[in-house]
Each structure stands twice: as C-alpha cells, then as structure tokens.
C-alpha cells in the first residue's frame, strides 16, 4: 500500500503564496497531482504531472500554480501564486499507478486514481 503525505498548508492573505508538498514513496506511476475540496463541494483536480515530468492544470490554476516533482526525494510539489479568495479548502495528494490514456489528464478524472492523501488544509482571508 502507498502512504501519500501532504504538508505546507497554512493561513494566507489573497495574494499571496503557499508551497505543498506531497511525500509519494512510490517507485512507477502513470500520473499524479492535487485536488481541493472546498467546504461543501467535490473533490476538484488542480494539476496533475507524469513520470516525464508532463504537466496540465486546470483553468483556475493556469498562470498562478505550479506543479512539480523531485524524483530523487519522492515528492511532489505544488507551488501557488497569487491565491485567490475563493482558493481555499482541503488540498489532496493523488496518485494513479496504473493509467489508461490521456497522459497527465487521466489524474483528472478521480475515477483514476489508485492513492489519496489525507489532505492539507489552506485558508485565504483576511
């Protein structure tokens, strides 16, 4: 079994910036990224990058967040930028081992994914 670990949520101010990290000690993967839930809606993927180092992000995340991922020290990463009010909420690892098509979009679809985290939780306010 894979234990996904996220850490580096926090307090900020709109405009402001956070850094999550993810620890995904697994050795083969199809695709991996982050979702956020929001207090009282789904989970909504946020970015997603392959073994390639591949990356797609939805719209929202476009320009403002980064995703990345050392190899070396099995974590990925998310770097946000200019967080908007409404950006905060649980922010989840995920990880799909085995994927089917569509390259990093696959870990769009929570339907894909194998492993989850427990989620990290970040707050934009005031």
């Known amino acids: 079994d894979v234990q996904l670990v996220e850490s580096g949520g926090g307090s900020v101010r709109p405009g402001g910036s956070l850094r999550l990290s993810c620890a995904a000690p697994v050795d083969s993967f199809y695709c991996m990224g982050w979702y956020r839930q929001a207090p009282g809606m789904g989970h909504e993927a946020v970015a997603a990058i392959d073994d390639v180092g591949s990356k797609s992000y939805a719209n929202f995340a476009k320009g403002r967040f980064t995703i990345s991922r050392d190899n070396a020290k099995s974590t990925m990463y998310l770097q946000m930028d200019n967080l908007k009010p409404n950006g905060g909420g649980t922010y989840y690892c995920?990880?799909?081992?085995?994927?089917?098509?569509?390259?990093?979009?696959?870990?769009?679809?929570?339907?894909?994914?194998?492993?989850w985290g427990e989620g990290t939780l970040v707050t934009v306010g005031e």
């Open positions: 995920a990880v799909a081992i085995r994927g089917m098509y569509g390259g990093t979009w696959f870990c769009h679809n929570r339907d894909g994914i194998d492993y």
